[in-house]
């Protein structure tokens, strides 16, 4: 696990997208695990600038997102088609139904779940998977408790996360549905390159229990422990309660130039 403190969010925006410009010119057809939420946006934001001013393909990259919300009405802006949409596949090339969202509006949500995880076996699998991180520790959707090996299904989302995210709905809690299609920790561990992103102080707490914690369900994203390639980069905010602060900067600070994320 890499931990990289850096001064900003857009300073750490820029790193991850500089890796995903990095793969999909060394492997234009990658396949891109992406994230909703307020975190990543400022990494859009970044590929948005590349494929405008660099000519960043992603004609030929596929993406799965991570989550969908269960019962919003289809248009719903909040919908994470829609927020996807509107927040990066409209802004760069993809080709037509390259990017695909869990189906949060199937009648059988169990088939639409091991549908999901046959589509992301038969494109080969996520090549770089962009993870925010709830307060209380999920990735994706899997709240505590979720198992480390689970697969694609049905969550419930805890009272913490809807009201989390509230803010995307006019701060109305009650119109937050509590039900979602959510990549398992398992499917996202299967991914090659996992990249985690955490700004801003109410992040700090889980950050520290992700990454100098014990695994453990009740945190998922400590998961991410047991990963051979896993990125986490958080702003000086997020990371106050490392204790090993010090080393991960020096770490990152030594790297060789030719090293990567
Ligand atoms: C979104 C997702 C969630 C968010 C998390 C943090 O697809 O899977 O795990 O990454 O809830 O949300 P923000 O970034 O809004 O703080």
Known sequence: MEVVIVD???????????????????????VLGLATGSTPLG??????????????????????????YVGLPADHPESYREVLQREIVGRVDFAPGAVRTPDGWASDLSAACLDYEEAIAEAGGVDLQILGIGTDGHIGFNEPSSSLASPTRVKTLTVETREDNARFFD??????????????????????????LAWGANKAEAVAATVEGPVNSMMPASALQLHPHATIIVDDAAAAGLAQADYYRYVFANKPDWQGI
């Open 8 to 30: 900003s969010p857009a300073a750490g925006a820029d790193l991850a997208a500089d890796a995903i410009a990095q793969l999909l010119r060394a492997k234009p057809a990658a």
């Open 43 to 68: 990494v859009y934001d970044a590929l948005v600038k590349l494929h405008e001013q660099e000519g960043l393909s992603f004609a030929q990259a596929r993406g799965f997102a991570l989550d969908e």
């Open 171 to 196: 701060g109305d809690m009650a119109a937050v549905p509590k039900h979602v299609l959510t990549q398992g920790i398992g499917t996202i561990l299967r991914a090659r390159h996992l990249v985690l």
